[in-house]
């Protein structure tokens, strides 16, 4: 299975690079954005999907600070 | 007294820690692939970019083979310092409590700090005296200390917020301007700050720093004697 794991900062944590993105946006002429945040994509193939989660919480993310979400890319649309 | 500093690929300040080292003791190196330390009776964990810093600072470094020994050493109550990234590592292995995340100042940023010792009781703090301010060279862009506030009540009743930011000088934006802690057994210290660089008044802006690797030296001898 093709996986992907979508990694972000935790909702209360401060996250400057959110804040710089959200700053910057307006100054090209996009308006009304709001709540901003910068993350990590980690795409994998997997043979044993069940054993994602337990990676994330070993590996791939930082569950103290960062809450991850686990996606199939087949189900995932992109361009 | 033999410190062992650790050297993973990409480490970079593991000499200047021999060097801190060397002016309270011995001092050897000991490579990330082999899990012996060497007979050494504390470890220093150094700063750099351990592993390219992939993924998050100290995430894979972590896993290294040395790792799995000094874990077992600090669960022995061996003393374990952590600077920089090797404080980042520590976090990462569970050692100490919290995180580091990027600079609230989103830049790396190099400048001399000043820091005060909340807890002077310590291993790696008993040759200073409460309240003493420190002045230490810190250079990172990950180094905004996080811990969710339950965690940081019991880190406080414990004591094991040991060094914090002096008022004005807390450019990373850690929480409650903690710049080093010690885990809940105090045998396992980490900070950002770069004591190893302030080993010598003539190019480390004082030689403030020794008074960790001394005091460590202490705590040492003293389960010994």
Same mark, same amino acid.
């Given at each position: 299975?093709?996986?992907?794991?979508? @990694?972000?900062?935790?909702?209360? @944590?401060?996250?400057?690079?959110?804040?710089? /993105?959200?700053?910057?946006?307006?100054?090209?002429?996009?308006?009304?954005?709001?709540?901003?945040?910068?993350?990590?994509?980690?795409?994998?193939? /997997?043979?044993?999907?069940?054993?994602?989660?337990?990676?994330?919480?070993?590996?791939?993310?930082?569950?103290?600070?960062?809450?991850?979400?686990?996606?199939?890319?087949?189900?995932?649309?992109?361009? | 007294?033999?410190?062992?500093?650790?050297?993973?690929?990409?480490?970079?300040?593991?000499?200047? !820690?021999?060097?801190?080292?060397?002016?309270?003791?011995?001092?050897?190196?000991?490579?990330?692939?082999?899990?012996?330390?060497?007979?050494?009776?504390?470890?220093?964990?150094?700063?750099?970019?351990?592993?390219?810093?992939?993924?998050?600072?100290?995430?894979?470094?972590?896993? !290294?083979?040395?790792?799995?020994?000094?874990?077992?050493?600090?669960?022995?109550?061996?003393?374990?310092?952590?600077?920089?990234?090797?404080?980042?590592?520590?976090?990462?292995?569970?050692?100490?409590?919290?995180?580091?995340?990027?600079?609230?100042?989103?830049?790396?940023?190099?400048?001399? /700090?000043?820091?005060?010792?909340?807890?002077?009781?310590g291993a790696f703090?008993?040759?200073?005296s409460l309240g003493?301010?420190?002045? @230490?060279?810190?250079?990172?862009?990950?180094?905004?200390?996080?811990?969710?506030?339950?965690?940081?009540?019991?880190?406080?009743? !414990?004591?094991?917020?040991?060094?914090?930011?002096?008022?004005?000088?807390?450019?990373?934006?850690?929480?409650?301007?903690?710049?080093?802690?010690?885990?809940?057994?105090?045998?396992?210290?980490?900070?950002?700050?770069?004591?190893?660089?302030?080993?010598?008044?003539?190019?480390?802006?004082?030689?403030?720093?020794?008074?960790?690797?001394?005091?460590?030296?202490?705590?040492?001898?003293?389960?010994?004697?």
């Open positions: 299975m093709r996986a992907r794991v979508l @990694i972000r900062p935790k909702a209360g @944590i401060l996250d400057p690079q959110g804040e710089a /993105v959200e700053r910057a946006l307006p100054a090209l002429g996009f308006a009304g954005v709001a709540n901003v945040h910068v993350g990590r994509l980690v795409e994998l193939d /997997v043979e044993d999907p069940a054993q994602l989660e337990s990676m994330c919480e070993r590996l791939l993310a930082n569950p103290l600070v960062e809450d991850y979400e686990i996606v199939s890319a087949d189900a995932a649309t992109s361009k | 007294m033999k410190f062992g500093v650790l050297q993973f690929p990409g480490s970079c300040d593991e000499v200047d !820690a021999l060097n801190a080292a060397r002016k309270v003791g011995d001092a050897e190196l000991l490579w990330h692939g082999d899990r012996d330390l060497k007979g050494a009776d504390a470890i220093v964990v150094p700063g750099g970019f351990s592993y390219g810093d992939y993924l998050r600072a100290g995430a894979i470094a972590r896993f !290294a083979p040395v790792m799995e020994s000094v874990i077992e050493f600090a669960g022995d109550g061996g003393l374990v310092l952590g600077i920089c990234n090797g404080f980042q590592v520590l976090c990462e292995a569970h050692l100490l409590p919290g995180a580091l995340l990027g600079n609230a100042n989103r830049r790396f940023t190099f400048r001399q /700090v000043g820091l005060e010792v909340l807890n002077s009781g703090t008993q040759g200073c003493e301010r420190l002045s @230490i060279p810190a250079k990172h862009s990950w180094g905004r200390y996080h811990a969710d506030a339950e965690t940081l009540a019991a880190m406080d009743r !414990a004591g094991q917020i040991v060094l914090r930011y002096a008022d004005g000088e807390n450019f990373n934006g850690s929480v409650h301007d903690i710049a080093g802690v010690s885990n809940e057994r105090g045998n396992v210290f980490g900070l950002m700050p770069h004591p190893e660089h302030a080993a010598d008044e003539l190019i480390g802006g004082s030689a403030d720093g020794l008074k960790i690797f001394a005091s460590m030296r202490l705590t040492v001898e003293g389960a010994h004697a």
